[in-house]
């Protein structure tokens, strides 16, 4: 896998439906060994700008890079190969297979690992998120926090630079949250570009090293949990008055 690619950014990111602008010019970006929110309240255009991001959807207009590589019409299989990893929303693991059979069948993609090789990642894959005692069970019986481990050691099979997140407090309790929430910050210290998009705000905050507040399509602040938490603007037309980080 190559790991020279630094930054995944996104450029002037326009989206329409119909006669409808739902994202306008937009500029996102994510380097390695950060992690980065992207954040607003429903109609925002969060999600759109998100899904273009990750190839799921395409741009009206605009552009996104990964370093000088103009990825934009990339597919996203492709940018997969490239280092960049997505984790939907929705259970992506598959509920007949073991735990250990979910990561295999990434792993074996990886021609260029012996089978000793892809066996020794998986073993410290299953160790690393603390789900090696699972590895016998089938995916359809683990709980919303194991679940999002294993999807998270799965997407680690392909030793990505980015991975983009939909969603990864969803339908977790909060011993759950706070595990992955110690997962996320264990990505970063593997030199890995995290991008969250997600409904819970106080949560994603709470990790991130900086963020993005969409409003009516366009970006209305950037910047860290404390500069937002603190921004009169961010507080009156999304957070609340009363929020507060801890």
């Known amino acids: 896998m190559n790991n020279r690619h630094q930054t995944l950014e996104a450029k002037g990111l326009y989206k329409k439906y119909g006669k409808r602008m739902v994202v306008k010019d937009v500029d996102v970006c994510v380097n390695r060994k950060e992690i980065v929110g992207l954040l607003g309240p429903n109609g925002a255009g969060k999600t759109t700008t998100f899904y273009m991001i990750t190839g799921m959807i395409k741009p009206t207009k605009g552009e996104v890079f990964l370093d000088e590589e103009n990825i934009t019409d ?16 929705e259970p992506s693991i598959f509920s007949k297979l073991s735990v ?5 069948i990434v792993l074996e993609m990886r021609k260029e690992l012996s089978e000793d090789a892809q066996q020794e990642k998986l073993d410290s894959l299953l160790n690393y998120f603390s789900v090696d005692h699972l590895r016998n069970n089938k995916g359809g019986t683990l709980s919303g926090g194991e679940r999002r481990r294993v999807e998270i050691a799965r997407s680690l099979c392909m030793d990505p630079n980015f991975i983009l997140l939909d969603e990864p407090f969803a339908g977790i309790d909060p011993i759950a949250v706070e595990e992955i929430q110690s997962i996320l910050n264990s990505l ?45 603007e961010t507080r009156r037309l999304y957070l609340g008055e009363k929020f507060k980080l801890n």
């Open 74 to 89: 990339a597919a996203m299989y492709k940018r997969a190969r490239r280092g960049i990893g997505y984790l939907a929303q």
């Open 100 to 104: 250990e059979d979910n990561l295999k």
């Open 188 to 232: 970063k210290e593997r030199d890995i570009g995290v991008l969250i998009t997600d409904h819970n705000v106080r949560e994603t905050l709470s990790i991130t090293d900086r963020s993005y507040l969409l409003f009516e399509g366009q970006i209305l602040k950037s910047g860290t949990s404390e500069f937002l938490a603190d921004d009169e």
